[in-house]
């Protein structure tokens, strides 16, 4: 049997806490440095907390450090390894070699017993069989792998290596290969590979050919939408995936709650039908709530992207930020002082006051306003310029949504099914109570009843089951065996209680099992590296890094990376998107001939795409 792990995002620990509650099973977040998210850093008391709390459930926190190294940080870099171990962490998310060179050997004079896993990060742009089987090698206990792959690719992975193979399956989706984007370095000197991307794969772009003509004007051309995977979850499952992964460390709690409570129930329908195959990663059931709805929350529009080996239409060039739920079109206008009241055709939709709408404007650009009174089909809001009658009006912010997952909160228990032996002697009452949880934990505890005898044998066992049946500090209470073969006794609610809270505080004493970690010991090559000659793309940024290249046979000539070198003739991105495809002009799909060279241009910069047709991928490069 195969555990299936849903694995969310946290921006800190609140988040993390929140996503535990209504279902992950693991919980990826940064420390406080080196993490590919510069504006998500947190502390190690603040992972030690999370950890606390993941662990009463089995569930995992896995530490991203995930940016490439310099030689002056590395012995930062290795004190906070040791650091989020102590706190409790079960696995580092990495990207530079040197981390498993750390791992094994310390650094300096510095050299402590690390044992927790590594996870090769995305960033690794894991995307063929034979870089799997390198990094497994490595000692990595799990691969977390590009996510433009298709099934097929997924599944010629999983039989070349046998760690655990980890995939997004919800949330933004970075138009190139992951850990292989120079686009934002060199723009604004700022490194996606060290946690500074300024996301210039949202930005506007015009693209011209190469006499200078304008073929589109002032549109995200780079700008894919986002991930939805969760109709293709038991399709994945059965290629091989393990953890399935949802982007969004920037985001905040309603967004993860919304989304890893969407995925949870899909996650528990699949164990449900097929039961001998698979099982979830961690223990406990989530209660109350709301009901989630990612329609509801931001997005950019949803794809599959590359998962049937198909193409399709990926971009969301009109519109880079989320633009939510299409709710209809404006029929008409009514410009008063200091509002406007817009009517929409749509009138199957419940409208709230403080609603968030969008819309796109003449100019193209994407504008978007409260709704200060809504009624019906009408919206009266401040007035906004932007707006004309035809205007395709979304709903960004559902107020009514936001406030039933703010009231509507999961819990998340234990189940723990709790024996009791009644027994009297010399007068004086006595109760053995056992509770085994879910997990295989096992407690007793003796009790003293009191010297009364229940004169009501049947209300008395009924108070002793309502009592100790109830939920207590994370379990859930199933009453078992009880026997009462010479009576029971006369108890009170309040002594009850008092068993039944022991009972959970000798469960907490003990640490809940975790199911499935897999542990491999890293630094040692095992498989040598796959390509003679290293590249800026490998993202070589110390010493330690070369040298565990070197000692997988890589060329003498270790090439740097493009942070240290600004190689003017590097790509800058490799994508398997193609605008050339979004736009139909391209040559193989759609017959297009004596296309002309294509350029992007963005605040007076040009940058070459090129067109990788027998790879069917598309890059970008300085023109």
Known sequence: ?????????????????????????????????????????????????LCSHAHRFGARIFVALNTILYDDELEAAYRQMLDVQEAGADALIVQDMAV????????????????????????????????????????????????????????????????????FVHGALCVCYSGQCYLSEKIAGRSANRGACIQACRSRYDL????????????????????????????????????????????????????????????????????????????????????????????????ELFIDGRRGKWASMDAAKSMGEEIGVVTGLNKERSSVVLKLRRRDIVLNNGDGFSFVARDGSVAGFRGDVCSGNTIRCKSNGSLFTGAVIFRNINQAFEKEIERQVCQRSISAAVSLDFSSKDGIWSVSATALSEDGRSVSEVFQAGDQTANNFGRMMEMIQGQIGKSTGGYRFLIGDISAGQGLPFMTSASLNAIRRKLAELLDSRPCGKKGILLRKPGKVTKPFPQKDTVYQNNISNHLSKQLYLEAGASVDIAEAYELTHEPSAELMRTKYCIRYELGICPVHHGCRNIKPLFLLNNGQRFALHFDCRNCEMTVVEA
Request: proline share 3%; glycine share 8%.
């Open 1 to 49: 049997m195969r555990q299936l792990e849903l694995l969310a995002p946290a921006r800190d620990a609140q988040i993390g806490i929140a996503a535990i509650d209504c279902g992950a099973d693991a919980v990826y977040i940064a420390g406080p440095q080196f993490g590919a998210r510069q504006a998500a850093g947190n502390s190690i008391d603040d992972i030690r907390k």
């Open 100 to 167: 498993v060179k750390m791992a094994s050997e310390g650094i300096g004079n510095m050299k402590e017993d690390f044992r927790i896993p590594l996870h090769a990060s995305t960033q690794c742009a894991i995307r063929t069989p034979e870089h799997a089987v390198f990094l497994e090698g490595l000692g990595f206990s799990r691969l977390i792998l590009e996510r433009e792959l298709s099934l097929d690719q997924i599944k010629a992975i999983r039989k070349a290596v046998s760690c655990e193979l980890e995939f």
């Open 208 to 303: 011209i050919d190469s006499d200078g003509k304008v073929l589109v004007k002032d549109k995200a051309l780079l700008s894919l939408k986002d991930y939805n995977l969760k109709a293709r979850l038991k399709d994945l499952a059965d290629a091989g995936i393990t953890s399935f992964k949802i982007e969004g460390r920037l985001k905040n709690e309603s967004y993860v709650r919304n989304v890893v409570r969407d995925y949870s129930l899909a996650l528990d329908e699949i164990v449900r039908r097929n039961p001998e195959d698979y099982e979830r990663g961690s223990y406990g059931q989530v209660t109350g709530g709301f009901t989630p709805d990612t329609t509801k929350t931001f997005n950019r529009g949803y794809t």
